[in-house]
DNA sequence: TTAAAAAATGTAAGCGCTTACATTCAGCTC
DNA sequence: GAGCTGAATGTAAGCGCTTACATTTTTTAA
């Protein structure tokens, strides 16, 4: 046995330069600068690399480095096709530029996400993407006391110095309640998310209001149920405003998969969507066009989104501060759910 | 300013056991092994650590340790409700037990799969969960040169040495191919994934024609299509079923999302499901009882196959290799969208 | 009271890499 | 050929933590 690699399995870099006859920081020049390395010098450094398997220490290189090339998202779930869309096109960019992803999940639940953040954030992340702007300070001061770069995701406000990339949630629920009620409906109701710790579903909710109060109807005058995410917990929002309600003519949700939830529960309901009553959802995934009949909704960027994320938060890693700040378009997909008021 | 932080911001363990007023060694042990440090010193330690805001660092402590407490998942793509649904519940045991996930996806390419794996051992992941047994052999030998343990999970054949959470994809579709087949269906054909390098879609396909020879029917009378993932590619394919093998009174699809295309094509060309042709999904994803009409399809646990597969991680990492392979039970969900060959 | 055992803490040697700085040496210029 | 320049390479000092081992303090037992 050589004296290589130390008997104990995985070659380092030391053993790399002893086998090439070289020093170890001509090895790690020829593995992060080879342009500075003789080309003979370089050859023969990477067959020692090839002949011994040698790949670096990840924790080495970090401590040395001080970087770890990893970015973080803490999403609340991947269950929901909304954010899995946008995390799967987030990681794929983010692996063009040599990045890594690391992931957790909050399930909703923003005490759940702090730990998240702090667990994420203890694991090297040299960055971290967040969804809507709604938590503690704590959260944003740890972060800023870290000196971890934060992008926030899905939600856009003007006014929000934070830098993000997402849409205007409530200027794009307006526009739908302007089709709404455009159709002739006054009686409106909203199906939510629970709002308390969620930015994007109240910004919704607000949406409607606007639209209410620019067509001359009462903002105020708008039956809300709020209820956790699911089609099941849809089903059961629709028959509480059916009954708190019932004078409701059009149900807006602030997502598809409640919304498939209201259409199901019309449906058992014997109610016909949309003669009976209209519904519309938000995102537009795939189930939206599935449905029965198929969803009015939002149409949301997901998958650039996640892309134009990954290369913001690249941006920031290098110091370019430029582009702290981008609005993405959405557009109305109107389709047979929603129909005139019936009268 | 004291003498702390060295000035450049990031208190590290020895700010706090200057703070503290003791030694390094033993503000690591307080956080390490609480229960190894006196009570007294114990607090001081945590005061100073809360004061300084003090978070280890992430590449020294892996340096030292030897581990990263990161596991890492190469799935095919998270935009699959199955894996998301898998990996979700995968990640949130994970956390449950401090470990961190590392997540990439290869979009069902053998070549892009390999690369991911070697970039997320390159980042130090202590495990690695991969999809389904089919892979070059030069994947393993890196992964065992580098010590990585690994998981299977999707798949299970119990013929593998290696470990696996899964379960018998061959059975579970054989035994769809029984009911379909004691419905009276002689002309089955098969929508399928590539199965090149996907062992799960090709074992599926077998599983046809297993039930296919047990029925006394030749299993090589089987037509199979293979198109990729997606509903548009599914309504393409059953189209192209339809045109090669107008006999055909049953569709098997070896995932829901194909058979909705399938449905849905079906329904463009005024086919009456199941009436006049019989469709079968694979997984029980949402969409399944979605669709129109509901579909039949086999239940897999994803869920739960998550859950298991960071538990067998978890365990081969702490060095117990017991229980090196799980199996999991399938189910079979007989739905509107098969019924009676037609005659 | 005292020695031995146990508990608490300290000392310091790495872990494997990057990088500032030092050295060597070939190719120039004059 | 002396002096200079710049490319190629080497030397060695950390990076911030863990942990084996050494030392000190407290507890226990006789």
New binding site residues.
């Given amino acids: 046995m050589t004296n290589n690699t ?1 008997d ?1 399995g ?1 070659p ?6 002893n086998y090439a ?9 020829c ?3 080879p ?8 050859k023969r450094v990477m067959k020692a690399v090839r002949d011994l398997g ?4 990840f ?3 970090a ?4 970087q770890t090339n990893t970015v973080a998202a803490v999403i609340p779930t991947m269950e929901n096709a909304v954010f899995a869309r946008g995390l799967q096109a987030f990681q794929e960019e983010l692996g063009r530029h040599g990045k890594t992803l690391l992931v957790a999940s909050s399930a909703y639940n923003a005490e759940l996400e702090e730990q998240q953040v702090r667990a994420l954030v203890a694991r090297g992340a040299d960055g971290i993407l967040l969804i809507g702007y709604d938590r503690t300070p704590e959260i944003y001061e740890f972060l800023a006391k870290q000196k971890v770069p934060t992008l926030i995701a899905w939600s856009f406000n003007p006014e929000e110095p934070r830098p993000a990339v997402g849409f205007n949630n409530r200027a794009a629920m307006a526009d739908l309640a302007r089709q709404v009620i455009g159709q002739g409906h006054e009686n409106i109701a909203c199906i939510s998310a629970p709002t308390a710790s969620n930015d994007r579903a109240r910004e919704r909710v607000e949406g409607i209001r606007d639209a209410k109060a620019k067509a001359g109807q009462d903002p105020k005058n708008l039956t809300v149920i709020e209820t956790p995410y699911g089609i099941e917990t849809g089903e059961t929002a629709f028959r509480q405003v059916m009954t708190n309600a019932p004078q409701t003519t059009a149900i807006m949700c602030v997502n598809d998969v409640l919304a498939v939830g209201a259409l199901r529960a019309a449906r058992e309901m014997g109610m016909k969507v949309p003669n009976d009553i209209s519904v519309t959802g938000f995102d537009d995934i795939e189930i939206a066009t599935l449905a029965e009949p198929p969803l009015t909704t939002v149409h949301v960027p997901h998958r650039e989104m996640g892309r134009c994320a990954a290369d913001m938060l690249i941006q920031i890693l290098k110091g370019d501060l430029i582009g702290h700040n981008l609005e993405l378009a959405t557009e109305i997909r109107i389709r047979q759910s929603l129909g005139p008021a019936p009268h």
């Fill in positions: 130390k104990n995985v380092t870099l030391a053993d790399v330069a006859n070289v020093s170890t920081a001509t090895v790690s020049r593995l992060n600068s342009e500075r390395v003789g080309e003979n010098t370089r040698y790949a670096p220490n924790g080495a290189q401590l040395a480095a001080r």
